[in-house]
């Protein structure tokens, strides 16, 4: 089939360069569950997605109830129902990542495994972290760093995280060592606040698409539910975007869940957000939290990619620079160095909040979620290091995050993909509805599968508890050789088609600052899907 014409709705500022970095060195998805609260996990894939899809246009879904045990059932004589429930979380959200590593793919040894262009990490700066972690200013060693530390961190780390917060986030006034608490990840900080603040079986409003891993997060440990405030990607009203959120979608949202005996305790906010890379404004995060204090609701924020903002014309603000929050003691903000420092496995998150009964509910916590001496020995030396992270990193990183950014970028308007971004994170948040022979969740699936097949990992959309069949996360902070392929195998897969399907509601392709232009485009394609013994049944990471 020739290569189609580009359609292309995008806003082009200059010409993209050629996509070169520096040669410096050579399931069933965790996310909220179901419209109604006896949805269960098992429906996923089954008879509840089909209705869901099925629905009239005019029935919008406005928001859903997750109840992660309502169809479960236990497999194993060995464990409670407890852990039964956590291995098969852990069972169905891991497979596909499984499978990657089953296959993954190497340049010299593995030239035809699988690329990972699903989990969201940041490999393109290895080399300046190498070197900067390499420094003899890391290694130390004395008697402290070796014993019980206070559970909420090294004072010595939570006075250089409070110093840290305070200059990145623009803090108004400088921030306090003791609203610290240092833990081994924003995951644990999910369960953690989640456990101390709900009563089981209690919710948070989340809106969705969101990171869906948050599920698990939340309820494993506390037995916590999340409610979706459910998105569109149809721009209608007063609305400037797709898949913008308001303050009336959080009171339906809020409204329906009481109204189902359900309560909420608490909103969930990260910004920028997950997987759609949407920056909030001031003005928005002020309405949000305006919202959250009306309800007397907690507001847990994760910033976790506040430093990966790498489009010079996006302005980013965190929560933390607001001057006078509407209820302190109920804002509760999170940050790691997992995102902005490409450091996913050494496992240092931060909690910051003003509130003192939650800071040494979280604390006591960290018994089973700290960090080694040495660990939070390295992290403040990184944090204090202002000359390195301001002059060599960011600036390095958000170079290369915009070289890989940008090639993505192209390749998807030449293969007439219309997508969402704004600038920020590892990803983009990709359209991919026109390439469904129907517009199900089962047929995302397929194609997923497809695309594994063809040995490139993305995440689909219902992993992330995204209402629109079709849509797909790809992750771009990856080295050029293996963005090439991958991107060359994503081709493959769509253009691998004969037959036409029908054009589903158009969406805005959005880059950042750009205007906002429709997308109405056929390919003359359809889905062709092997059922593959190796893969059937293989469901996508729930990993970031």
């Known amino acids: ?31 909220c569950p179901g419209s109604v609260s006896t949805r269960g996990l098992h429906s996923i894939y089954g008879d509840g997605l089909e209705r869901e899809a099925a629905r009239k246009p005019d029935q919008k879904l406005l928001y859903g109830v997750g109840d992660p045990t309502a169809m479960f059932s236990s497999d194993s004589p060995h464990l409670s129902s407890r852990g039964s429930i956590i291995k098969w979380f852990w069972d169905s959200a891991e497979e596909g990542y499984r499978t990657y590593h089953m296959d993954e793919y190497d340049e010299d040894k593995n030239p035809g495994g699988i690329i990972n262009l699903g989990t969201s990490e940041n490999k393109l700066c290895f080399d300046l972290l190498s070197r900067r972690l390499s420094h003899s200013d890391m290694l130390r060693v004395e008697p402290s760093l070796l014993q019980y530390p206070d559970w909420r961190g090294h004072l010595f780390l939570r006075e250089e995280v409070a110093s840290f917060l305070s200059f ?13 608490v240092v833990l081994n990840g924003c995951a644990s900080l999910f369960s953690a606040l989640a456990t101390v603040l709900c009563e089981v079986g209690e919710a948070f409003l989340i809106p969705a698409p969101y990171y869906g891993a948050i599920t698990q997060h939340v309820y494993l440990y506390g037995n916590v539910r999340l409610v979706c405030v459910y998105l569109d990607s149809e721009v209608t009203g007063l609305e400037t975007h797709p898949f913008q959120l308001t303050v009336d979608k959080l009171e339906m949202a809020l409204q329906g869940a009481i109204s189902e005996g359900v309560k909420v305790k608490g909103l969930i906010l990260i910004n ?5 890379g949407d920056i909030y404004s001031p003005g928005e995060l002020r309405e949000y939290l305006e919202f959250a204090k009306r309800h007397a609701l907690h507001v847990m924020v994760d910033e976790v990619y506040m430093l990966s903002v790498f489009e010079e014309s996006v302005g980013y603000r965190s929560v933390l620079s607001l001057e006078g929050l509407p209820d302190p003691q109920k804002t509760h903000v999170m940050w790691a160095t997992s995102k902005d420092f490409g450091m996913s496995g050494l496992r240092f998150g931060t909690l910051y909040t003003e509130n003192q009964d939650v800071a040494t509910a979280v604390a006591s916590l960290c018994r089973y979620h700290g960090l080694s001496g040495f660990v939070q020995y390295q992290m403040a030396q990184l944090l204090r290091d202002r000359d390195w992270i301001n002059q060599v990193y960011l600036p390095e990183n958000h170079a290369r995050l915009k070289a890989a950014h940008t090639y993505v970028s192209e390749e998807l308007r030449a293969m007439g993909v219309p997508f969402l971004s704004h600038g920020a994170g590892f990803f983009i948040w990709v ?75 158009s969406c805005q392709t959005q880059e950042p600052r750009g205007p906002h232009r429709r997308v109405r485009r056929r390919l003359c394609v359809s889905l062709c899907v092997r059922q593959s013994s190796t893969t059937s049944g293989v469901l996508p990471s729930s990993r970031e």
Not at 7 to 28: C, I
Not at 170 to 178: D, G, H, I, V
Not at 272 to 276: D, E, G, I
Not at 448 to 465: D, I, T, Y
């Open 431 to 505: 359209d991919l509805r026109k390439f469904l022979p129907e517009a199900t969740f089962e047929e995302e699936r397929l194609l997923w599968r497809r695309f594994l097949e063809n040995k490139v990992l993305l995440s689909f959309g219902k992993a992330f508890e995204c209402k629109e069949p079709g849509w797909f996360r790809l992750v771009f902070s990856d080295k050029a050789h293996r963005l090439r392929l991958g991107m060359q195998r994503i081709r493959q897969v769509l253009e691998g088609k004969s037959q036409v399907a029908e054009d589903p509601p």
């Open 272 to 276: 920028p957000q997950n997987p759609l």
């Open 168 to 180: 990145y986030c623009k803090s108004p006034a400088p921030l306090k060592p003791e609203n610290v």
């Open 1 to 31: 089939m020739p290569r189609p014409r580009p359609s292309s709705p995008y806003s082009a500022r200059s010409p993209s360069p050629m996509f070169t970095l520096p040669q410096k060195e050579s399931r069933k998805p965790t996310t």
